[in-house]
């Protein structure tokens, strides 16, 4: 009994390969004669996977041999939640199992299927069946002896789908077993789809995956010293951004399938350089999750809409600093003109934190403008400092109980309001909205005079105030002492003293970023004992997640901030700190980390005995982040209002250089960046096709006229 997968059915003696791609998975094993090779993918437009097994038989006789696929079915939001409702039948067309859980309020009248290719000559539908009563996934009772599968379906089981199959091979002979599993809408939808991909050209379904991606992926490609950046930065972080962040919103922690109001407008920012229409539909998305107060749905659920309300500060803000973000790469000005419905609902009552319930469309709509207008204009509340209220919670959402009496500020969200107030204000002055515009930029200003007043705690900058005063962040405090994104923000807002900014970044590196651990934690010391009472958050053991663990999202905007501060080293020493793949260059670091090394984690444990090791992957907004990290700040790469390529890299002083290939519609652009002075940024000389570009940094003009173009730059 053997498969080819390490799990569950381990053969410890010979070795397992798995090669993952931007589309595909593949598995491979040998043994007993027999290789082994699975290949996985989901076709473009349909609900359905696809796994194709090729068997060889590497022996010297011939072989008959049984394939079974099993399917534990769900159906909802948990399997034992949802076990005893499930339904399961032969259908008679296709022969393909099908399940229906007709208790789910969403989705109870949609049909799941599995098909072996219409190979099937075997099954059962009763797991308490194929597994037996002491039985495993490693050795199922069904398939330790030779009594065959009962052929049971129907309601009342322990539902599971196993579908089995012969296969006799000679000598050197080749079989290919196909595997389906997806979901339709009808069972007549299942049996076209089934029957469609019975008869499909799977090579060519597989070639469109692996075209889509490299189109997609081949917008920006950049070529430098580090190849574990290029790695990541050409393929896996923004890819991991569309496929699970944007696509799925789903991972091994978070199966939902759900928006959050904040994360994906972030996701966006990353994908406006290559897909900036992917962009554009969100921003319109999540406008349409505000209720007519201003405040939003903090996550919702499609295609019901059903979500929570709540009192979380940053949320609002999300929605105009990520459309400012937008025009400014595209040039775009039309989306703010974009209609957009709003939502009514339950207002929350005083004292309650949060509600869930299904808002319904209001009557009124407006432009996206007024919806991000809505939004800014419901954020200038301050307490008693001067600073924004942080509610119940900010960025960090386990800070719940900081402000949840309504007195407590954010440092963080002071900085984050003033970068996104300074970006919006100029597009409501083109638009005539003048008043909106000054009482903008009269609030920017007043909230830098109190970041700079009653922030400032003598090395860094503090994280905010409880409801009672007490300072958050603050070398007074026993625990969170300091915490990154209140230094970071201050450089990417602009809004901080010069002076104080380098001495905040300092502490960071001081303080927070542990080069011999491998660790960027969000702040230390973590929660543990202190009396104060910051939240959720203190419910975390110390150093994982949010509690004094590395959290990767916000460490990012460390790497951001160090390049705007002009110190590439530090940026770059960061960014390959943060890098998975250097987190697993040896046997004892896969077993010290023991995630996934191309995909970015969200958070990595700071304390004893998990020290290095990897939490939450997959499903983050730290890849779409550290992406923006190394295309933007350290290599210097954005496009200024969909006509230019802006080119101002924040680089290591030994790198002699860099190149990129940016494609642009239908023409090309090969960027080579070079470095013969070691300096880490500054634009000495730039040149298109051989003509000498303006000074300053590179403005390189984008035109569609299917050529390739050669851009020279030289630091210095």
């Known amino acids: 009994l053997w498969g080819p997968t390490a799990s569950p059915i381990r053969d410890e003696v010979a070795p397992y390969i798995a090669r993952h791609g931007q589309g595909y998975s593949r598995f491979e094993h040998a043994a007993h004669g027999v290789a082994l090779d699975l290949l996985q993918y989901v076709p473009l437009d349909d609900p359905i996977k696809i796994s194709r097994l090729t068997i060889r038989n590497t022996s010297e006789r011939p072989r008959r041999l049984s394939v079974t696929a099993y399917v534990e079915w769900v159906l909802g939001p948990s399997r034992t939640a949802s076990a005893l409702s499930i339904v399961t039948e032969i259908d008679p067309e296709s022969g393909a199992m099908f399940a229906r859980n007709p208790w789910n309020m969403t989705f109870g009248s949609r049909v799941a299927f599995a098909d072996l290719g219409g190979r099937q000559s075997a099954w059962t539908g009763d797991r308490r069946e194929f597994l037996g009563r002491n039985g495993a996934l490693d050795n199922p009772t069904a398939l330790a002896g030779e009594t065959p599968l009962l052929q049971r379906v129907g309601a009342g089981l322990d539902p599971c789908c196993v579908l089995q199959t012969p296969v006799e091979l000679e000598p050197d002979g080749v079989a290919e077993i196909v595997f389906f599993l997806g979901e339709a809408a009808t069972a007549a939808d299942a049996q076209s789809l089934i029957a469609r991909y019975r008869a499909a050209d799977l090579d060519a379904v597989l070639r469109e995956v692996i075209a889509y991606w490299d189109d997609l992926l081949g917008t920006l490609q950049v070529k430098t010293p580090d190849r574990s950046m290029d790695i990541m930065l050409n393929r896996w972080m923004l890819y991991q951004t569309l496929a699970c962040r944007v696509w799925a919103r789903s991972a091994f922690y978070q199966a939902s399938g759900g928006y959050g109001f904040r994360d994906q407008l972030q996701d966006g920012t990353a994908l406006a350089l290559s897909r900036p229409e992917m962009t554009r539909a969100h921003l319109l998305r999540a406008a349409a999750r505000q209720f007519v107060e201003g405040d939003v749905q903090h996550w919702w659920l499609p295609p019901s809409g059903q979500g929570v309300r709540t009192r979380v500060s940053d949320d609002r803000i999300w929605l105009a600093y990520a459309a400012a973000h937008y025009v400014e790469t595209t040039g775009d000005l039309a989306v703010l003109d974009e209609r957009v419905s709003f939502l009514e609902g339950q207002a929350l009552r005083p004292g309650e934190h949060d509600s869930y319930f299904q808002p319904v469309p209001a009557d009124e709509t407006a432009s996206l403008f007024e919806h991000c207008a809505r939004g800014l204009d419901g954020s200038l509340g301050v307490g008693e400092h001067g600073l924004p209220l942080i509610g119940t919670g900010d960025w960090n959402d386990g800070m719940n109980r900081v402000g949840e009496k309504g007195k407590g500020e954010s440092v963080w969200l002071g900085w984050f309001l003033h970068a996104t107030l300074c970006a919006f204000a100029p597009l409501a002055s083109a638009r005539g909205e003048e008043a909106r515009a000054a009482k903008w930029r009269l609030h920017a200003a007043r909230l830098q005079t109190s970041l700079e007043r009653d922030s400032w705690d003598g090395e860094w900058y503090r994280r905010g105030y409880y409801d009672d005063g007490t300072p958050l962040g603050s070398y007074t405090s026993d625990e969170c002492r300091i915490d990154s994104i209140a230094q970071s923000w201050g450089v990417l807002s602009g809004a901080a003293d010069p002076a104080r900014a380098l001495r905040a970044m300092a502490a960071v590196d001081e303080q927070l970023i542990h080069a011999d651990d491998g660790l960027a934690l969000l702040f230390a010391p973590p ?190």
Do not use: M
């Open 527 to 716: 929660f543990d004992r202190t009396p104060l009472d910051p939240g959720y958050i203190k419910g975390y053991p110390p150093g994982i997640r949010e509690n004094g663990g590395q959290y990767t999202h916000a460490a990012a905007w460390s790497v951001i901030a160090f390049a705007a501060l002009g110190d590439g080293d530090k940026a770059a020493r960061l960014f390959s700190l943060l890098n998975p793949v250097n987190r697993t260059s040896t046997r004892s670091d896969v077993q010290r980390y023991k995630v996934e090394p191309y995909a970015v984690a969200a958070d990595v444990y700071s304390v004893a005995p998990h020290l290095g090791r990897g939490g939450w992957t997959w499903y983050t907004g730290s890849a779409g982040w550290l992406y923006r990290a190394g295309i933007e700040a350290i290599l210097g790469v954005r496009r200024e209002g969909g006509a230019f390529l802006l080119l101002a890299p924040c680089i290591p002083k030994a790198w002699p250089g860099f190149e990129i290939v940016f494609q642009y519609r239908s023409a090309r652009y090969q960027i080579a960046v070079e470095n013969p002075r070691g300096v880490s940024r500054g634009v000495s000389y730039a040149e298109l096709d051989g003509k000498r570009l303006p000074e300053g940094p590179a403005r390189v003009p984008l035109v569609d006229d299917g050529q390739a173009h050669k851009v020279r730059v030289i630091l210095g």
